[in-house]
T-cell receptor
């Protein structure tokens, strides 16, 4: 079985602060993929990043960065200099080779960025 | 036009009614999924299909049925809707070799 845990249900920050969203995953497979999706208030799911289990390099895309650590089974997401438009629900998700049929989601973190 | 289209976008129905949510995709993907989203629970898998003849139950299939009418179409039915099926429903597609999932815009269903 596979599982994704996002322990932070809600986070509030003031604009321009940095914020890190935590994601911890469980899988018995050695080959797996991790994802982050953003769900703005409009409701659609926006794909942000995919990372495979063999690539532990951190990634940066503009104000977004991701820290993948297999040793702690974590795939954390940091937004630098947050903006009000970053307010959304963020989901971490996992597909593993043994359970490749299912994309398993965490429960999501509601991020509110205050002006 | 969106690659993954869900209809309707919003629906209010009465308890006991049968309702169908439809999903169509233009991405040519083999794999299609139905998820429901409830506050605080994330997205949970209802059914998934690898091709027209391959349909599988997900985590929460009770009370739902599906039909894969063609590679591009995957419908979700509630045979007798109940209030706790009020949720946001998402259809998704995924290619065989590419694990990224593409989602429809969602269907907000309210059962009164």
């Amino acid at each position: 079985a596979q599982k994704v845990t996002q322990a932070q249900t809600e986070i509030s920050v003031v604009e321009k602060e940095d914020v890190t969203l935590d994601c911890v995953y469980e899988t018995r497979d050695t080959t797996y993929y991790l994802f982050w999706y953003k769900q703005p208030p409009s409701g659609e799911l926006v794909f942000l990043i995919r990372r495979n289990s063999f690539d532990e390099q951190n990634e940066i895309s503009g104000r977004y960065s991701w820290n993948f650590q297999k040793s702690t089974s974590s795939f954390n997401f940091t937004i630098t200099a947050s903006q009000v438009v970053d307010s959304a629900v963020y989901f971490c998700a996992l597909i593993s080779s043994g359970s490749a049929r299912q994309l398993t989601f965490g429960s999501g973190t509601q991020l509110t960025v205050l002006p | 036009d969106a690659d993954v289209t869900q209809t309707p976008r919003n629906r209010i129905t009465k308890t006991g009614k049968r309702i169908m949510l439809e999903c169509s995709q233009t991405k040519g993907h083999d794999r299609m999924y139905w998820y429901r989203q409830d506050p605080g629970l994330g997205l949970r898998l209802i059914y998934y299909s690898f091709d027209v003849k391959d349909i599988n139950k997900g985590e929460i299939s009770d009370g739902y049925s599906v039909s894969r009418q063609a590679q591009a179409k995957f419908s979700l039915s509630l045979e007798s809707a109940i209030p706790n099926q009020t949720a946001l429903y998402f259809c998704a597609t995924r290619d065989r070799g590419d694990t990224e999932a593409f989602f429809g815009q969602g269907t907000r269903l309210t059962v009164v």
